[in-house]
T-cell receptor, first 115, second 115 residues
Framework: QQQVKQSPQSLIVQKGGISIINCAYE??????FPWYQQFPGKGPALLIA?????SEKKEGRFTISFNKSAKQFSLHIMDSQPGDSATYFC??????????????FGTGTRLTIIP | NAGVTQTPKFRVLKTGQSMTLLCAQD?????MYWYRQDPGMGLRLIHY???????AKGEVPDGYNVSRLKKQNFLLGLESAAPSQTSVYFC??????????????FGPGTRLTVL
């Protein structure tokens, strides 16, 4: 049962172009929607996160767009660079009874930026 | 600060053997997590801990046990390894911030192969 669906599985974008990765969720109890970036041989690292009461969040070249009614959110990478080549995971977070956030991850998108 | 470290980096087991994966963090975080990452599946939560001596099951806990005897360490045990447990295992830790997303910090991973 995949609570967070992510697409596409892989994406090739030319340098300078816009990379777009989409995610959809089902559980309306999720309270944060983070994106993690993972380079080969490394652990994931937080890129950017958004709350469901915000429609857009921008940090540098990275933007999350959030559509609460459609239960969808997406990551946009502007002016994509070869250094952005990595696997990107969307996730949804829910507060547990213990006070910590539990993450449910999407299946990942392997992004390749070509010159 | 080393952040989150994992030992070992690689391991090959035979079916039925047991082993323990060690995670250590030097950030004084309350919460610690174990995930497994499989191709096309994203990261799935195995077990997590909300403090010394307190653990809870995640999404895929069967076949694994955990212990947190010290705040900085979180151990993942496989009592009788099976080929289905071949995966890359990631440990993560987080702190309680109250007013913002509680970022999870990931270790570099342990690649386990069960023959």
């Amino acid at each position: 049962q995949q609570q967070v669906k992510q697409s596409p599985q892989s994406l090739i974008v030319q340098k300078g172009g816009i990379s777009i990765i989409n995610c959809a969720y089902e559980n309306t109890a999720f309270d944060y929607f983070p994106w993690y970036q993972q380079f080969p041989g490394k652990g994931p690292a937080l890129l950017i996160a958004i709350r469901p009461d915000v429609s857009e969040k921008k940090e540098g070249r990275f933007t999350i767009s959030f559509n609460k009614s459609a239960k969808q959110f997406s990551l946009h990478i502007m002016d994509s660079q070869p250094g952005d080549s990595a696997t990107y995971f969307c996730a949804a977070s829910i507060l547990s009874n213990f006070g910590n956030e539990k993450l449910t991850f999407g299946t990942g998108t392997r992004l390749t930026i070509i010159p | 600060n080393a952040g989150v470290t994992q030992t070992p980096k690689f391991r090959v087991l035979k079916t039925g053997q047991s082993m323990t994966l060690l995670c250590a963090q030097d950030m004084n975080h309350e919460y610690m997590y174990w995930y497994r990452q499989d191709p096309g599946m994203g990261l799935r939560l195995i077990h997590y801990s909300v403090g010394e001596g307190t653990t809870a099951k995640g999404e895929v806990p069967d076949g694994y046990n955990v212990s947190r005897l010290k705040k900085q360490n979180f151990l993942l045990g496989l009592e009788s390894a099976a080929p289905s447990q071949t995966s890359v295992y990631f440990c993560a830790s987080s702190y309680f911030s109250g007013s913002s997303y509680n970022e999870q910090f990931f270790g570099p991973g342990t690649r386990l192969t069960v023959l």
